[in-house]
């Protein structure tokens, strides 16, 4: 079983909707979750990170974490084309932080 | 803001030859990290240092090793490079368990 498993993409959603980004993990003792966003060529950004079970709003995005299912969420509300980019997924595995395949999200104006 | 920086955005390499990718930070992170990034691969770990001189081996150290002979700095080492090393390299650090910060990234392309 892979350590982070991210829902598959891609993804595709109209400009304004919200998009749903899922990711389970499978280390029980994992305390500190990440988003990142990665645009083409680029190098991935941190969008949010978030330590304790239930949700974290930054703006138009939200993060949700459930750590008896071992679930991490990312909502994007009123998504913009700007939002088009890879989202990943990651936490620490002891010291060292593991990353999700990543999803695909194209948002169409 | 912290700033990782990598020597190099692209190299081109030949089969054979030793490869030196460099990574320095300047917010005094004890952690550093590099992983290569493949379409549909996603970001795998290839060494880590949680200190001066410690390493930790990732998922695919094999062919690669590193050195940390000063906290801000972090290199990768293609001993013999081989053209299933072609990659984007990253580099980051953090501090404890908290979020990584990215290089910019190297392209690599062996031939």
């Known amino acids: 079983q892979k350590e982070v498993e991210q829902n598959s993409g891609p993804l595709s959603v109209p400009e304004g909707a919200i998009a749903s980004l899922n990711c389970t993990y499978s280390?029980?003792?994992?305390?500190?979750f990440f988003w990142y966003r990665q645009y083409s060529g680029k190098s991935p950004e941190l969008i949010m990170f978030?330590?304790?079970?239930g949700d974290k709003e930054d703006g138009r995005f939200t993060a949700q974490l459930n750590k008896a299912s071992q679930y991490v969420s990312l909502l994007i509300r009123d998504s913009q084309p700007s939002d088009s980019a890879t989202y990943l997924c990651?936490?620490?595995?002891?010291?060292?932080?593991?990353f999700g395949a990543g999803t695909r999200l194209t948002v169409k104006p | 803001d912290v700033k990782v920086t990598q020597s190099s955005r692209y190299l081109v390499k030949r089969t054979g030859e030793k490869v030196f990718l460099e990574c320095v930070q300047d917010?005094?992170?004890?952690?550093m990290f590099w992983y290569r990034q493949d379409p549909g691969l996603g970001l795998r770990l290839i060494y880590f240092s949680y200190d001066v001189k410690m390493k930790e081996k990732g998922d695919i150290p094999e062919g690669y090793s590193v050195s940390r002979e000063k906290k801000e700095r972090f290199s990768l080492i293609l001993e013999s490079a081989s053209t299933n090393q072609t990659s984007m390299y990253l580099c980051a650090s953090s501090f404890e368990t908290r979020p990584l910060h990215f290089g910019n990234g190297t392209r690599l392309t062996v031939t």
């Open positions: 280390d029980q003792g994992s305390q500190s």
């Open positions: 917010m005094d992170h004890e952690n």
């Open positions: 990651a936490f620490y595995n002891n010291n060292d932080m593991r």
């Open positions: 978030i330590y304790s079970n």
